[in-house]
Nanobody
Framework: QVQLVESGGGLVQDGGSLTLSCGAS????????MAWYRQAPGNQRELIAR???????RYADSVKGRFTITRDNAENTAYLQMNSLKPEDTAVYYC????????????????WGQGTQVTVSS
């Protein structure tokens, strides 16, 4: 059974930075893509960043140029560096292991972190 444990959320001012971490148990981390999603109140969960097993990354337009996703296979950990944060980035952030690209769409994997709250004050 794979478990994902997130950390690093918190309260930050407009323009500030945070780094989220997602540590994975088990041996399948390096064999799977990692992704970060977020969900704001009243909104659907949205994909914001994904990194493949080859470390190629892609981002939602809303975070492109401000957020960076990385992975450390030796530590079974993925990171989301968030810079120039805005109030509209306020959400619960979730990491996800095992997402697949299918017919041009990214389908979430079966494993989710518990979520970590990020709040950006104006």
């Amino acid at each position: 059974q794979v478990q994902l444990v997130e950390s690093g959320g918190g309260l930050v001012q407009d323009g500030g930075s945070l780094t989220l971490s997602c540590g994975a148990s088990g041996r399948i981390f390096r064999l799977n893509a990692m992704a970060w999603y977020r969900q704001a109140p009243g909104n659907q969960r949205e994909l914001i960043a994904r990194i493949g097993t080859d470390s190629r990354s892609r981002y939602a337009d809303s975070v492109k140029g401000r957020f960076t996703i990385t992975r450390d296979n030796a530590e079974n950990t993925a990171y989301l560096q968030m810079n120039s944060l805005k109030p509209e980035d306020t959400a619960v952030y979730y990491c996800n292991l095992g997402s697949k690209l299918n017919a041009g769409k990214i389908i979430p994997g079966d494993y989710w972190g518990q979520g970590t709250q990020v709040t950006v004050s104006s």
